[in-house]
């Protein structure tokens, strides 16, 4: 046989035209993982930057399929959005932040902090490097600074805790400042017990609220 003839051996075949070549990548390892999660990424990001975010350096950034922007977001570098998170009109993320399955009202700012199922009020702040763990919940207009970190608290509007401080399974009323280096201390080695401070109140620095 001719090479040539060997042709009309073969089972004939078909061919398909695709619009987006993308669509048929193969995933055979990592590398190849890793492009195309960039398709996406860059899929996404285009989609809202369509519904008026701005990415300040887009490629930095990444983002799940639940995450939900409002108009007129702002998204600093290195910035990070995970699981169901909703996301504002008018916040201002990062850089440096990290944001999973929360919820942040309209005109929040977070900066260099890490947020976990955490609700966050509207004209809040959060950071530099703070983190809201499971179960917090702001008010509007609260102010979470330095170092702070949070976790099963409910905070009433215009709370304040800028430095140095770990608020845990606690109640605070509206208005309250803790001062820095306050800590709530609610274990006592079998159960947590729940911290509650009125409204009004105030902490002095290096103050230990022992619950209960």
Not at 13 to 22: I, K
Not at 103 to 129: I, K, T
Not at 130 to 144: F, K, N, S, Y
Request: proline share 3%; charged share 20%; net charge negative.
């Amino acid at each position: 046989l001719y090479l040539t003839d060997t042709v009309a051996l073969l089972t004939p075949a078909m061919h398909r035209e695709v619009a987006d070549a993308d669509e048929i990548n193969g995933i055979n390892d990592r590398l190849q993982l890793s492009q195309c999660e960039a398709v996406l990424q860059q899929r996404l990001r285009e989609h809202w930057m369509a519904e008026g975010v701005t990415f300040t350096d887009p490629a930095s950034c990444t983002l799940s399929e639940g995450t939900r922007f409002g108009r007129d977001v702002v998204v600093e570098p290195q910035c990070h959005f995970r699981g169901a998170s909703v996301i504002g009109e008018g916040c201002r993320i990062g850089p440096g932040c990290l944001i999973e399955d929360s919820e942040l009202g309209s005109g929040v700012s977070v900066l260099h902090a890490v947020l976990r199922q955490a609700s966050v009020g509207d004209g809040c702040s959060v950071g530099p490097f703070a983190q809201l763990r499971p179960g917090t919940r702001l008010a509007g207009q609260c102010h979470i600074g330095n170092f702070v970190e949070v976790k099963n608290s409910s905070l009433a509007a215009g709370v304040k805790v800028n430095h140095l401080s770990y608020i845990g399974d606690a109640d605070l009323g509206a208005g309250v400042n803790v001062g820095a280096g306050t800590i709530t201390a609610n274990y006592d080695g079998v159960h947590k017990h729940r911290t509650v401070v009125g409204a009004g109140s105030k902490t002095g620095a290096n103050s230990v609220l022992v619950a209960p």
